[in-house]
């Protein structure tokens, strides 16, 4: 994740994680991206079934869900691992998380393992009763995916009305004091939506929104030439700075962060130096503590069935299984090649990443979607923007 607020309008200070040692557990989550021992944000995808069709979802979800899911029982101890090994967040995910009728159990039981419980969703399931329990249980956060306003919205859905169910939850979980933030998948078919969406989250108080770039994974593999052009992710980019900054100057307490292309913070740092930015350095010491993309390293991926996976997108890059070892066992297993690679991807990287001077900063961009690209695990990232002369 990179913080455009944080960064380019200066809502943190680069002595702000100095001060909690940079340790996971005692960073507050709008600090944790800066941690220096970098334990794992778990993302546990609970459920295969979604009640929606996205046409750009990584989990390939379904109307069902698989028979195999981890029961409750056995999600309860994955938390207990996780809570022991050290994870700070446990991001709930699906499919449609809200499926599964024991979340509330398992939100609780995160929360009372001093962990972070967050929810990822579509949003259309949260009624008054449900946001108000989640609310008493003590989740902390809800990421609410949105691709634009409601007939684009509802396109990408696959399902007409979804839009405007999502706004209900978010109106439900909002009135609970629940934290809500946006989740906007960039391609080139909504685009077009960002100032909208932007508006839309000015209008209602939405105090977070997350900026996805595509990754080439799940139902996302139809929609690689929907990909943005270099050329239109620098002008998505400088769009989201301007309005970023625009809010943060009107007194509005909001962050706006851009996820899945490591790119993005090179590209803060350089278009503050060309503008005589005093903080640049200060954005820059900041980015080398953020250290890049943290596939296997800071984020971690179990399915519904319990395997386990570098990150939410990698899902043919097997690292084990909950049904046969503790996540922990798992996460720390040095005969996995993969694994160990992946915590110094650095040595690994091909073509223009091996000489780039930013790659202590993006830590080689984004695996997934350069093997997706080229079929090599370690080749170039195809969404990386910079130019030659910028890396050089």
Same mark, same amino acid.
């Given at each position: ?73 056995? &999600?309860?101890?994955?938390?207990? #691992? +996780? %809570?022991?090994?050290? !994870?700070?967040?446990? =991001?709930?995910?699906? $499919?449609?998380? /809200? ?23 579509? &949003?259309?399931?949260?009624?008054? #009763? +449900? %946001?108000?329990?989640? !609310?008493?249980?003590? =989740?902390?956060?809800? $990421?609410?995916? /949105? ?246």
């Amino acid at each position: 994740m990179i913080g455009i607020s944080k960064l380019y309008c200066g809502t943190i200070e680069a002595s702000d994680p100095l001060r909690y040692g940079r340790l996971s557990k005692e960073l507050p989550s709008h600090l944790l991206q800066f941690s220096s021992d970098k334990k794992p944000v778990v993302v546990w995808n609970a459920t295969s079934a979604c009640n929606l069709k996205c046409v750009h979802c990584y989990a390939s979800a379904g109307k069902l869900k698989s028979r195999n899911e981890l029961s409750t029982k056995q &999600g309860l101890e994955l938390i207990e #691992d +996780l %809570a022991d090994y050290g !994870s700070p967040v446990i =991001l709930f995910s699906g $499919g449609e998380p /809200l499926l599964r009728k024991d979340l509330p159990e398992l939100i609780e039981k995160a929360v009372k393992s001093k962990m972070r419980a967050v929810i990822s969703t579509n &949003g259309t399931l949260i009624t008054p #009763d +449900l %946001a108000m329990e989640l !609310s008493d249980y003590g =989740l902390s956060y809800i $990421g609410v995916s /949105l691709d634009g306003l409601e007939e684009i919205n509802d396109t990408f859905r696959g399902v007409t009305g979804a839009f405007k169910e999502a706004m209900k939850g978010i109106y439900h979980a909002m009135h609970q004091g629940i934290k809500v933030g946006l989740r906007f998948t960039m391609n080139k078919r909504n685009i077009g939506e960002i100032p909208k969406i932007l508006d839309l989250m000015k209008a209602e108080g939405i105090p977070r929104i997350c900026f996805y770039h595509l990754v080439y994974t799940g139902r996302a593999k139809e929609l690689m030439e929907e990909d943005l052009t270099h050329e239109q992710t620098r002008q998505t980019l400088d769009l989201i700075m301007d309005r970023t900054k625009e809010m943060v100057s009107e007194g509005m307490g909001v962050e706006v962060l851009t996820v899945d292309n490591h790119a993005d913070g090179p590209y803060v740092y350089l278009r503050m130096k060309s503008q005589g930015d005093p903080r640049a350095e200060e954005v820059l010491d900041l980015l080398k503590m953020n250290g890049g993309n943290s596939s296997g390293l800071g984020i971690g991926c179990i399915n519904w069935v319990g395997e386990v996976y570098p990150d939410q997108f990698w899902r043919h890059k097997l690292l084990g299984s909950l049904k046969e070892r503790r996540f922990s066992e798992i996460w720390d297993d040095t005969s996995n090649e993969l694994l160990m690679k992946l915590k110094n991807k650095k040595d690994y990287v091909t073509g223009r990443c091996v000489k780039c001077r930013w790659l202590s900063v993006c830590g080689g961009n984004f695996r997934a979607r350069a093997e997706a690209a080229t079929g090599d695990t370690w080749g170039v990232d195809p969404a990386c923007y910079l130019s030659d002369e910028e890396i050089s």
